[in-house]
Nanobody, 121 residues
Framework: QVQLVESGGGLVQAGGSLRLSCAASGGTFSSYAMGWFRQAPGKEREFVASISWSGGSTYYADSVKGRFTISRDNAKNTVYLQMNSLKAEDTAVYYC??????????????WGQGTQVTVSS
């Protein structure tokens, strides 16, 4: 059983930056594809970014491409999401995802409890 704990959320002004972290335990971190999803009030959970087990491949939603960067440190069992040039529409609860396969999926994956990101305009 994999446990995921997110941190780094908070309140930031538009144009600012935040870095989210997700620490994993209880599994072989380096064998999991990792990802970030987010859910805004009244909306469905949506994909934000993902990274392969080796870190060699990354994928981003069009809405965050060029502003967000996902990375991982397999020695620290941690995945990061660097968020720059934040916009009000980035406001959401951000969830970490660990998928025991080559790509991130919604089903059959482990999830963190979420961390709130609020961007004031």
């Amino acid at each position: 059983q994999v446990q995921l704990v997110e941190s780094g959320g908070g309140l930031v002004q538009a144009g600012g930056s935040l870095r989210l972290s997700c620490a994993a335990s209880g599994g072989t971190f380096s064998s999991y594809a990792m990802g970030w999803f987010r859910q805004a009030p009244g909306k469905e959970r949506e994909f934000v970014a993902s990274i392969s087990w080796s870190g060699g491949s990354t994928y981003y939603a069009d809405s965050v491409k060029g502003r967000f960067t996902i990375s991982r440190d397999n020695a620290k069992n941690t995945v990061y999401l660097q968020m720059n040039s934040l916009k009000a529409e980035d406001t959401a609860v951000y969830y970490c995802n660990a998928s025991p396969r080559a790509i991130v999926t919604v089903s059959g994956a482990y999830w963190g409890q979420g961390t709130q990101v609020t961007v004031s305009s």
